[in-house]
């Protein structure tokens, strides 16, 4: 199985900051790389596809880049709805992995 | 716009069964690949298998730890597709999820519908 890690596990940031989160893949996944975001009570919410392909109606502050194994998502300037939990899944090959999350609050 | 909706939470014994079901609205079963994801309480997401685009009789893939005791199902006629997961465990308390995949012939099985969860408590 493919194992995916993310770092940080957990960030404190201040609204307008600039958020960076990584994922690397245990073996190589090309660009079968998705970013979720979480909140809680509610389902993942698909906001990047194919490692950088912002899915409609995701806000432009939000970009993912990466190929391979290694993987980044990016928040340009934090805003309050963005204060969720952040996870990486890879569909490059069977089972489908997910990341551990990334938590993102408030400083 | 497709929309998944799940039945209500439920409580188990140890060794029973659970079958959870996902209602597909906004268009029909047969136009989506469906999949289900677990969360566990420490939040981990746990892909269990869905729709195998590469199965010429339309079975689904597992994951090869729920192989066996993990059966995916779906009634074209109403829409609805099932999940049950038999000799239920302690650490099988999740919320299990139903989701659509992206485009799984060209291999984007990216999740890009949710249903809201059901939870099952093994208890």
């Known amino acids: 199985d493919i194992q995916m890690t993310q770092s940080p596990s957990s960030l404190s940031a201040s609204v307008g900051d600039r958020v960076t989160i990584t994922c690397r893949a245990s073996q190589r996944v090309d660009n079968w790389l998705a970013w979720y975001q979480q909140k809680p009570g509610k389902p993942p919410k698909l906001l990047i596809s194919k490692a950088s392909t912002l899915e409609r109606g995701v806000p432009s502050r939000f970009s993912g880049s990466g190929s391979g194994t290694e993987f980044t998502l990016t928040i340009s300037s934090l805003q309050p709805d963005d204060f969720a939990t952040y996870f990486c899944q890879q569909c490059d090959s069977y089972p489908f992995t997910f990341g551990p999350g990334t938590k993102v609050d408030i400083k | 716009q497709v929309q998944l909706v799940q039945a209500g939470a439920e409580v188990k014994k140890p060794g029973a069964s659970v079958k959870v079901s996902c209602k597909v609205s906004g268009d029909t079963l047969n136009e989506v690949s469906i999949h289900w994801v677990r969360q566990t309480p420490g939040k981990e997401l746990e892909w269990m298998g869905g729709?195998?685009?590469?199965?010429?009789?339309?079975?689904?893939i597992y994951a090869q730890r729920f192989q066996g005791r993990v059966t995916m199902t779906e009634v074209t006629s109403t829409d609805t597709a099932y999940l049950e997961v038999r000799g239920l465990k302690f650490d099988d308390t999740a919320v299990y999820y139903c989701?659509?995949?992206?485009?799984?012939?060209?291999?984007?099985?990216?999740?890009?519908?949710w249903g809201q969860g059901t939870l099952v408590t093994v208890s």
């Open positions: 989701a659509t995949a992206q485009n799984p012939l060209r291999g984007a099985n990216f999740f890009d519908n």
């Open positions: 729709f195998d685009p590469e199965n010429d009789k339309g079975d689904s």
